[in-house]
């Protein structure tokens, strides 16, 4: 099992950690981001299943693609509030980060609701690690801040995001529509609520420095006894 590292911020969301058998999810930092621009260099996309409309679209390699992305989650961890939140974790596999797992919470106080979004890097993706990060982020909120429901959506040909929803228990949940290359595309809407997760728990998962984070999410912590 990876090993945990000492937290080093003084901002907590930064700290946390979740730990798999095969993966890490490690607080965004700029340390880990600067590690991954090459992986979001390559990552250039040339045929469908074509991605979401945005600063890390893929469509293109150029320095402004990057700069965009590394702008985008910079502004993400500084936009944290209890009305909204969205944590950002690099996934580590073997030492090496290999793509991101994003965390969000929408008035998450009243609802009790996170939503999903990942990417991984073309090298490593068909051997099952999208599952298993999926798995690390949903033990996060379910477990670690209590969520109610989890929900996730991919567009309608991208057949490994919707197999791995279905393969965790969640049911659709409808449709939406984004774009992608400036073309409106449909898109499956999936939702797992905390008693479907229950029935397939994992018990090899270990969650680090969540403790310290609720606060800033605006969580108030479990009851102790």
């Known amino acids: 099992m990876p090993m945990a590292a000492s937290p080093l911020s003084a901002y ?8 798999t058998p095969r993966l890490s999810l490690l607080g965004a930092t700029d340390e880990l981001l600067e590690r991954l621009v090459p992986t979001v260099r390559k ?8 991605p979401f409309d945005d600063p890390i679209s893929l469509y293109a390699d150029s320095p402004e693609r990057e700069w965009g992305w590394l ?7 500084g936009r944290v509030s209890a009305n909204f939140w969205r944590l950002y974790f690099v996934v580590v596999v073997n030492g090496e980060p290999v793509g991101m797992q994003d965390l969000i919470g929408t008035d998450f106080a009243a609802f009790g609701t996170v939503h ?3 990417w991984l890097s073309p090298d490593v993706r068909g051997g099952g690690l999208g599952k298993e990060m999926r798995q690390a982020v949903l033990h996060l909120a ?14 309608f040909d991208n057949h490994a995001s919707n197999r791995v929803s279905q393969a965790l228990g969640y049911v659709p949940n409808g449709v939406a529509w984004d774009t992608r290359r400036g073309e409106p595309a449909e898109i499956k809407q999936w939702r797992l609520t ?16 969540v403790g310290e984070c609720l606060p800033v999410l605006g969580i108030d912590p479990p009851p102790t006894d």
């Open 194 to 209: 905390r008693q479907q997760w229950i029935k397939r728990r994992r018990d090899d998962i270990n969650l680090v420095a």
């Open 116 to 118: 999903t979004f990942s």
């Open 43 to 50: 990552g250039v996309v040339g045929q469908p299943p074509w």
């Open 71 to 77: 702008q985008g989650v910079w502004r993400g961890r």
């Open 142 to 155: 379910f477990d670690g801040l209590g969520a109610r429901e989890a929900s996730s959506d991919a567009f």
């Open 12 to 19: 907590p969301p930064l700290n946390v950690q979740v730990h």
